[in-house]
């Protein structure tokens, strides 16, 4: 089945301890990008990616970390978290950055940090 | 999104029309997005429009495009319980990467 596939799906963490949120797709996509969603603000993209080894920011990237060695995966790394990060994080690909199609989301990542 | 805005709120009744709209600002958005947010789930593709297109009609969903006006419209018949969800609407622009800007999305409560 194609899809996209987040891990965890529910995380609470302490403020400072690294955490890595793992995204993984099997439909040979191209471009990759991360989504925070808070209330009343829609989803806000934070990184994303062309391809290999091609990253580039979002509209909110501070205290993230991303990173591209495989097609398939696109963790998303929280080196020292805060509670203002929490939040509920969504990975999506298309088949490329046109997107004509629309992008395919995972599940989606429920993280608390307190 | 502040480049795409939508009400926040809808409530409507089992059996009537929903109307979601959406307005957005840069008229070089090629193309329009619906997705669908059930609780609990990710966001589904519903359907796009392309910019070029004034209409679209998919089984009960139409959507709408006003270029002029940079609106978009949602329009579900015969609402049922099962379209209670989150509705956003997105565009993409090319000389912004492609990247799918969103509203903060309509929730739609369906009542019987």
């Known amino acids: 089945e194609a899809q996209v596939t987040q891990n965890p799906r529910y995380l609470i963490t302490v403020t400072g301890k690294k955490l890595t949120v793992t995204c993984s797709q099997n439909m040979n996509h191209e471009y990759m990008s991360w989504y925070r969603q808070d209330p009343g603000l829609g989803l806000r993209q934070i990184y994303y990616?062309?391809?290999?080894?091609?990253?580039d920011k979002g509209d909110v990237p501070e205290g993230y970390k991303v990173s591209r060695k495989e097609k398939r995966n696109f963790p998303l790394i929280l080196e020292s978290p805060s509670p203002n990060q929490t939040s509920l994080y969504f990975c999506a690909s298309s088949l490329d950055r046109t997107s004509n199609y629309g992008y395919t989301f995972g599940s989606g990542t429920r993280l608390t940090v307190v | 999104g502040e480049d795409v805005e939508q009400s926040l709120f809808l409530s409507v009744r089992e059996g009537d029309s929903s109307v979601i709209n959406c307005t957005y600002t840069?008229?070089?958005?090629?193309?329009l997005y619906w997705y669908k947010q059930e609780p609990g789930a990710g966001l589904q593709l519903l359907t796009y429009i392309f910019s070029n297109m004034d209409m679209k009609q998919d089984q009960r969903l139409t959507v709408l495009l006003n270029k002029k006006d940079k609106h978009l419209s949602l329009r579900i018949a015969d609402t049922q319980t099962g379209d209670s969800a989150i509705y956003f609407c997105a565009e993409t622009r090319p000389f912004n990467d492609y990247k799918l800007s969103f509203g903060a999305g309509t929730t739609v409560t369906v009542r019987a």
């Open positions: 840069d008229s070089s958005s090629t193309y």
């Open positions: 990616s062309m391809n290999v080894e091609v990253t």
